[in-house]
């Protein structure tokens, strides 16, 4: 049972644009958010992250909204640069045991075009 | 501030033989994350230390796979034997601690079974 979901494979935007990638979330006791980067060859980069007693954080062109009640949450990337163009992963967890570890979704590939 | 350093970055071997991975965290990390990656697929976790103890191993196929972090610094990942499926990349992070810290990933290790 996918625990974190990530339900656009892929998402195209135009550079200047604004890029929003979401993701949804099952268990009720994750309570820390993050979002990692991916490029080709390369491990994932962290980018953002949002704890469950906050609904925004901002960090430059990256700001991540949380929706507790709704178990959702999403990026928003204003303004996209083709830079940008990588693949996304959501991540989640929870303290304590196995809810301390990071469980990520399978990612959005994010194409911004010049 | 040093990475996560892994090694190697790349490995071939044929189906049958065995294999070993190894990861340095970041200094003064005490969580240490092994994660399986198939194309097109989000990290899976496969164990989770803190310190030197496995604190989840629920997802490491323990007939072949297993792990170890002596003296809660370094890791070693080893398949025996590995399967044409075991085709994927290895990434290990590792973080302050688990639940509430961003975790930061080695470049991986992409193995090849022939």
Not at chain 2, 34 to 52: A, C, H, K, S, V
Not at chain 2, 57 to 80: H, Y
Request: proline residues 5%.
């Amino acid at each position: 049972d996918q625990q974190v979901k990530q339900n656009s494979p892929s998402l195209s935007v135009q550079e200047g644009r604004i890029s929003i990638l979401n993701c949804d979330y099952t268990n009720s006791m994750f309570d820390y958010f993050l979002w990692y980067k991916k490029y080709p060859a390369e491990g994932p980069t962290f980018l953002i992250s949002i704890s469950s007693i906050k609904d925004k954080n901002e960090d430059g062109r990256f700001t991540v909204f949380l929706n507790k009640s709704a178990k959702h949450l999403s990026l928003h990337i204003v303004p996209s640069q083709p830079g940008d163009s990588a693949v996304y992963f959501c991540a989640a967890s929870g303290r304590g045991g196995s809810q301390g570890n990071l469980i990520f979704g399978k990612g959005t590939k994010l194409s911004v075009k010049p | 501030e040093a990475g996560v350093v892994q090694s190697p970055r790349y490995k071939i071997i044929e189906k049958k033989q065995p294999v070993a991975f190894w990861c340095n965290p970041i200094s003064g990390h005490n969580t240490l994350y092994w994660y399986l990656q198939n194309l097109g697929q989000g990290p899976e976790l496969l164990i989770r230390y803190e310190n030197e103890e496995a604190v989840d191993d629920s997802q490491l196929p323990k007939d072949r796979f297993s792990a170890e972090r002596l003296k809660g610094v370094d890791s070693t990942l080893k398949i025996q034997p590995a399967e044409l499926g075991d085709s994927a990349v290895y990434l290990c992070a590792s973080s302050w601690r688990g639940g509430d810290t961003e975790a930061f990933f080695g470049q991986g290790t992409r193995l090849t079974v022939v």
